[in-house]
T-cell receptor
């Protein structure tokens, strides 16, 4: 079974802090993704990576950056946290291929005070 | 534009059948996924359709009509554990990676 592990289930930070969310997958997947999930909205893609050190912006990259130094690890960074970044953050990974599903971690519920 | 529509919430009775609809408009189409998400948990993959027709997988079936931009997820013999949100997502032709997600349908099962 694919295992995608996010470092924290719940996190509380203050406005202006630099916040790191970590994600690790154990199935040698090429692709990794960071989403945020807000009530009434679909999953929105922040960034994705299709290889080590490679990244592409998703639909809402503003205020975020990412790092992928190793294939199994994909980090999301909030450069200067703001209250509108309070959300559920989901990490996913997948193999490359049209029919390949994404496998998700349990999510990090982040509150910015 | 690109858009996916699903009903926000549905209610059904244990043991019954329910159909959750998903309509989509995309500039290109390369397959449709259904995921299940229990409250506070990760979305889990249910099905993938790329050709027209019905795909059956146990109690769950998924249907696709590409000409109508329409899919549905059919759940039979409903169980209380089927109470969850069901997410529809379309794979874009112009991207090998990106999915466009609907907001999800919250399904409530009553005894």
């Amino acid at each position: 079974d694919v295992k995608v592990t996010q470092s924290s289930r719940y996190l509380v930070k203050r406005t202006g802090e630099k916040v790191f969310l970590e994600c690790v997958q154990d199935m040698d997947h090429e692709n990794m993704f960071w989403y945020r999930q807000d009530p009434g909205l679909g999953l929105r893609l922040i960034y994705f990576s299709y290889d080590v050190k490679m990244k592409e912006k998703g639909d809402i990259p503003e205020g975020y950056s990412v790092s992928r130094e190793k294939k199994e690890r994909f980090s999301l960074i909030l450069e200067s946290a703001s209250t509108n970044q309070t959300s559920m953050y989901l990490c996913a990974s997948s193999l490359t291929g049209v029919s390949q599903p994404q496998h998700f971690g349990d999510g990090t519920r982040l509150s910015i005070l | 534009g690109q858009n996916i529509d699903q009903p926000t919430e549905m209610t059904a009775t244990e043991g019954a059948i329910v159909q959750i609809n998903c309509t989509y408009q995309t500039s290109g189409f390369n397959g449709l996924f259904w995921y299940q998400q229990h409250a506070g948990e990760a979305p889990t993959f249910l099905s993938y359709n790329v050709l027209d027709g019905l795909e059956e997988k146990g109690r769950f079936s998924s249907f696709l009509s590409r000409s109508k931009g329409y899919s549905y997820l059919l759940l039979k013999e409903l169980q209380m554990k089927d109470s969850a949100s069901y997410l529809c997502a379309v794979k874009r032709r112009d991207s090998n990676y990106q999915l466009i997600w609907g907001a999800g349908t919250k399904l409530i099962i009553k005894p």
